[in-house]
């Protein structure tokens, strides 16, 4: 039942509905000691927040995050760190005609047989505003990992039938691009392409990638909390993706034993006298994306999830209402045409929680140095 | 460090090593009154055993389960099964040359840097034997889900590039199948392709596809235990897969939300005075694969999952020593060119313990009726 | 690391400290359905606010809670409940001294080995406000259980050497007593004492009695999650809460197995056809305190909680400053006498929590009838 | 359900009943690189064995114990260690009787309300013969500690009404005394009053003590997760435990604030250039028993537990039969008139495992130097 609890270590607890009065997240387990601003997790909330060009919801929130407890004197405590963003923009008449039934591609029905009721206002709990408890947690968690020299690099890789194109990336075009592309002129192709879709009254679904640096290796447990699947889980814990694959992913199936072995090799002059398990170790290629046996193996840890296009469209579809009738319906209001974008950073936010945890879990797991 | 915990409710804990006297699984949590014997985990351990054809291991094992605890005159007392099943071919002699080396693909290299040193004897606990316990605990969920109606149907998809063919479908085939696939055609021509790959010393990969009929919906917690999370975490937490998805899965990426969402409709005549909001609703098309919001929609929940080629190949490759040398290796031993089909009751296991696991977790969600 | 957490399926996390903004709980895990408001929080936090009466702390504060998500319609969503309330008397002047040395019986130390340093403000987390989140939780337990008969009936039982006459017993005067005492005689003796006490400048302990009924039997889960165990935990988690006993608790050292031991008899005709477990089942005595084997038998819980007399005292005590010198210190500023008459409701607010979390877990434990 | 796991980092799963094939643990979590034989097991389980003197059952067991996994060349893996001890002396008929009614003071009752039904013999997994994995999984908690210079000094204190003379402590007479009492005198008393409540077909209760040395201060987590709480929560779960108090325990009641506080002082010549929070801060009394808001406060940890007098006595007793009859039974069987001493080395582990995962969780709280 409780499942808006995530982490074992850095263990979050999200809350909110999209027209209740706020959102928010409490974060239990967060160390001491660290450097901590309200402007430290605003700016990983801006990168998510509506209204921020025609491709997000016109919905007008400036996402403001308030810090509640849990810091003092600039640096946290090691107790709770409680952190609230008031709605301001409840235009709940826009959503009241959907309390009558059930949108194809919505939790609407679920929520109904498994709750009993539902707060049918902008979806409430499942609306995409939840997201904000995860990104404003990640974004403490990407500053904690940074100490450790760790960096995460995630970007919009396709839209509709748009990739990017990896001999154009730059990293720095990423969050100036209205789509979290790296590749400008992909991004181009793509926006003349939602252009389109947005005027059939359709949406349209993508690729997020993430590429994780500085993961010192030996990360995740065996045999159930491995690192990939402790990132599938909390990646596949967002609303809209429907798939996530590791290094080559789906191609594994189609390969030979020999091709998707990564070798190792010797990355530098051993010392004379020690043999560096962690500095002198390399691989010659990354299928793998980062993880062997479930544990980051000190490569790049990479990932790609697959976003559904957003369910709410203005096209006619067929639906049934709570009296059981059959209905013609076109969803209105200020929607998405296209997630990806601004889930983009709930990803990153997601797997810092997720390699954060797993560090902080890896205490302690021998008396011997590796 | 805990990591070979699995499930809230239905908690099971896994050991044992490839090598070791015995491997095994102690489940806490299961229901008192379930009749159970060691038959009923024996078939679903037989499916996995080694040694069945010649494409899987030819190491010799019975693997026979032994009940120790928590059944009594027949049934499940409600206190902790554990479940023995003793190691009976322990070559160490084929795995002691391995000590010495990082074998590409494999566990070994991140084993030592996390725990400082490791059982290599077959791999230890990196070893596909690991999964007896899945097996065995996932048994006891099948058969408890069947109470409630909940049916498993699971397969290899494709093998190399060797796909099933959706209308030559035959469901009996699976279990008969060296191959674990349900169109004896196409598995015809996946062993001829798998001859030649084992001739040339090399493995393939290939997809498992799992299919779950009869889950109530309402199953899955928003929003970080959400249904597909939970089953995402499980089937990634088996080692060689790589990527998972759901419905649609990475397909969604350049659909049209038009053509992803489901349109629901009255799948009979409403009764006159009530609506039952299971039993009536229905939809059209199941792009999303039976969860919507994270909890299961009541229809068919569908997943896939990839599979790397067995890291274990003849093949001669480069890798490294526990000296730093740069060096080159053949793995012998008696290794399976395929893990696929082994592999196809494993993922039926996990899937099993998260349904039984979220159901157990629905109890007491709502006051109200659905 | 993340000590805020309590409970498995209604679980909670608290947050907030004495100076800080505000402090809250959020619920994850409470049922859908439950008719919810702010004045069912309120009365409860209303029981344990400071400055009712010369016997608590001076510091005025209205402690109102607000609701911030987790109702909709007046009813419980199933979603997390966000409970917060704003701190108003931050006097940190008050307290800035203690920032300098560590105060006897004070957390103050053990804070600052464990994190590097603290939030001296008022005792920061580890002040007695940090219960508001416990209450404001326990009053949502306590509606909740109400409709399935369990009541609590909680109470000073005893303050310094005044220990209230069982013959005398007096549920009603529980509330509006200052000292939370069941017996008026036996208050107005322990309010003289007390006020020889304050005067003296010291502080004195007392034990709080609880007793719980309509509890279901078979409630708690062996061998470890014991009612009584959990209900420990919970208890023992209070500030200045020293020893905790259930039923004979620290006699059954001195007490015979023939006097010690309930015989259980039948409480009624019994039904021509059936022999109903629960209702016809009746014990003559209760010195196990309504717990056998770790398991609620039915009967009437009963558990005593020792609190220790308030650190805070104006006696000049000895101690050490932040430069690790032996100075004299007298702890002014706004504290309790007694820290017992405030403390009865948290201690109702715990095992509220327990038993709740009990019976949420309990489901499903069997497919047999009882 | 899952009630048989203890602890978040070294974690523990028990298993097995009186009479069935075997009972044993599972421990995920412990740390790698620890030398451990399972003599370092063995002896901690021979401390509770039966059949050791005329005060234990006379049922004849060996209880060895067998490591299954976990262990390679001497030291533990890192990876899940189980451990086995079959049963060797299931005498079933002894046991029979009690199938069919309901024994005073047991769990039989609270077993059949719970699960439906029970397994009877010998009282199944409510025996003490649950313990044995408690101890077994806590032997390894003890030597893991020991490497940190935490040492367990644990005792019977009191049988009966007979009480140790603190000035007649020695140590070395702990586990050479029949009854674990570390003065002779006493315990020569405390047999004599044994052997005549025996003689009357009784038994008896008592206290155990148990102090704990060189625990570094600062483990256990605000505000639920204190030490003590934790602690309370572990010894609670043992059977026929009612109570426990730390430090002052019970009589904090009726002390005043000026004589409970414990005054600090430093305990050596501050160094000119670093006062060090650890070494040089000492208390000048210890009523807080070692823990100061919720953690260890560095000085010596104390509590007590009371133990209730064994159910199982031969004296007649009213009670009912499974087909609701009132009737009047006499137990026979194997039986302990004294649980005490058995119970003192499961305190000690049960306190090991906690302190344990304790100082285990307690890692990564804070990137500030204490």
Same mark, same amino acid.
């Given at each position: ?165 990896? &001999?154009? #990336?730059?990293? !720095? ?10 590749? %400008?002129?992909? =991004?181009? *192709? ?71 072995? &990564?070798? #190792?090799?010797? !990355? ?10 962690? %500095?002198?170790? =390399?691989? *010659? ?71 954060? &945890?797993?560090?902080?879990? !890896? ?8």
């Amino acid at each position: 039942m409780a499942g808006s609890t995530f982490g074992k270590k850095f263990k979050i607890m999200t809350w909110g509905e999209s027209h209740g009065k706020a959102l928010g997240v409490v974060i239990d387990g967060c160390p001491a000691g660290l450097e901590l601003s309200e402007e430290d997790i605003q700016k990983y909330l801006d990168l998510r927040k509506p209204g921020q060009n025609k491709y997000s919801t016109p919905r007008s929130e400036d996402d403001k995050v308030e810090i509640l407890s849990g810091v003092f004197e600039g640096k946290t405590t090691g107790t709770p760190i409680s952190l609230i963003v008031y709605n301001k923009s409840q235009r709940s008449s826009d959503y009241s005609e959907i309390a009558s039934y059930y949108r194809p591609g919505h939790a609407d029905y679920t929520f109904d047989v498994k709750y009993g009721f539902r707060d049918y206002r902008g979806g409430g709990r499942s609306s995409g505003r939840e997201t904000i408890g995860r990104v404003a947690a990640g974004a403490i968690a990407i500053k904690l990992l940074e100490i450790f020299g760790v960096k995460f690099t995630t970007y919009a890789k396709s839209i509709g039938p748009y990739e990017i194109d990896m &001999d154009k #990336f730059d990293e !720095n075009n990423i969050n100036n691009d209205v789509l979290r592309m790296p590749d %400008k002129e992909t =991004s181009e *192709k793509a926006q003349a392409y939602l252009d389109k879709v947005r005027a059939d009254q359709d949406s349209v679904g993508g690729v997020i990638e993430c590429k994780i640096d500085g993961v010192y290796p030996g990360l995740g447990d065996p045999v159930f909390d491995k690192l990939d699947a402790r990132l599938s889980y909390a990646i596949m814990s967002i609303g809209a993706i429907k798939g996530i694959e590791f290094g080559e992913g789906f191609n594994v199936a189609n390969m030979l034993g020999s091709e998707n072995n &990564d070798e #190792f090799y010797m !990355n530098k002059e051993v010392s004379k006298f020690t043999f560096d398990l962690i %500095k002198d170790v =390399s691989k *010659k290629t990354n299928h793998s994306g980062g993880v062997l046996g479930g544990m980051s193996d000190g490569s790049q840890i990479v990932f790609r999830a697959a976003v559904k296009p957003t369910p709410s469209i203005a096209t006619p579809q067929r639906t049934i209402n709570k009296n059981g009738e059959d209905i013609t319906v076109s969803i209105k209001g200020r929607h998405d045409p296209i997630i990806v974008p601004r889930a983009v950073v709930v990803v990153e936010a997601m797997a810092a929680l997720t390699i954060l &945890d797993a560090m902080l879990e !890896n205490m302690g797991t021998t008396i011997l140095k590796p």
